[in-house]
């Protein structure tokens, strides 16, 4: 961590150098908002209604057990861990609806 301090405004700035939030640009709550509706809006793009439900239960019932946590490392943690959810849930999402889609596939099973 280091101070500096600016002799023209007198204002102090502490800078963590071990800062390994997942996004400098935004502010944690604002990052788990946006990977919140962005799973959400995600779970619409499921070809089925019950993938759509699981994925939006999931998602709640997740970032729920979430919200209490205060040590930063876990909440970085919980974060990235959102952000891999999400590119998961749009990766099966792209390839079910191209099943979901697939006249042979049906057949096959």
Not at 41 to 53: C, E
Not at 77 to 98: C, G, M, P, S
């Amino acid at each position: 961590t280091t101070t500096t301090t600016t002799p023209s405004s007198c204002q102090t700035t502490t800078t963590n150098n071990n800062d390994m939030t997942p996004s400098t640009a935004l502010p944690t709550r604002s990052k788990a908002i946006m990977l919140y509706r962005s799973l959400l809006r995600a779970a619409k793009k499921m070809p089925t209604p019950n993938r759509q439900k699981f994925v939006i239960r999931k998602t709640r019932d997740e970032f729920r057990e979430n919200k209490t946590l205060t040590d930063p490392e876990e909440i970085d943690f919980a974060l990235r861990l959102a952000d891999t959810n999400l590119d998961t849930v749009l990766i099966q999402a792209e390839h079910l609806t191209k099943l979901h889609n697939d006249p042979t596939y049906h057949n096959e099973v």
